[in-house]
């Protein structure tokens, strides 16, 4: 086999995978075109949901009003406050429990306030960063213009 005829195989090995990845990557620009239509359309579902919206906004009286008793809490144990040093010295040892019992209380509260925050935030924000990146990604591979990308 000459030279020439070697050349010749390789160049249409060539054109065959340059076709061949053309198409491949032309197939995965429409897929993720699809894609990006329907994550659009079901975020937009999402944004203009009443139901979200509600869940959302209960959510966050819940937690005003859960801050609110806790300070209202906190300034009625401050005005019982000198109450409480008058009995100390007579009931040192049932204050003590009562301490004890009111601290681990607080505690548990502080505890499932924290989780109801964190399962209701996490979630929430991973799927902020992953429809960001999504909305990221499509716009670089379908331009909010609607024209195909020109090189």
Known sequence: MDFTSQIVIFLA???VTVVFNTLLIWFAY??????????????AEVETSSETQKWLSSMKAASEQAVKIT???REKMA???????NFHARYGFMLAKFDTRTERISNDISVN?????????G???KFAVVAS???????????PNGREPQD
């Open 30 to 43: 429409k897929g993720f075109a699809s894609v990006s239509m329907k994550v659009t359309q079901s975020l």
């Open 133 to 143: 990146g999504v909305q990221s990604a499509l716009g670089f591979l379908a331009p």
């Open 13 to 15: 090995f060539v054109g």
């Open 79 to 85: 005005d019982f406050e000198p109450a409480f040093e």
């Open 71 to 73: 300070e209202l809490t």
């Open 113 to 121: 306030a924290t989780r109801v925050r964190d399962a209701v935030t």
């Open 123 to 125: 979630p929430a924000e």
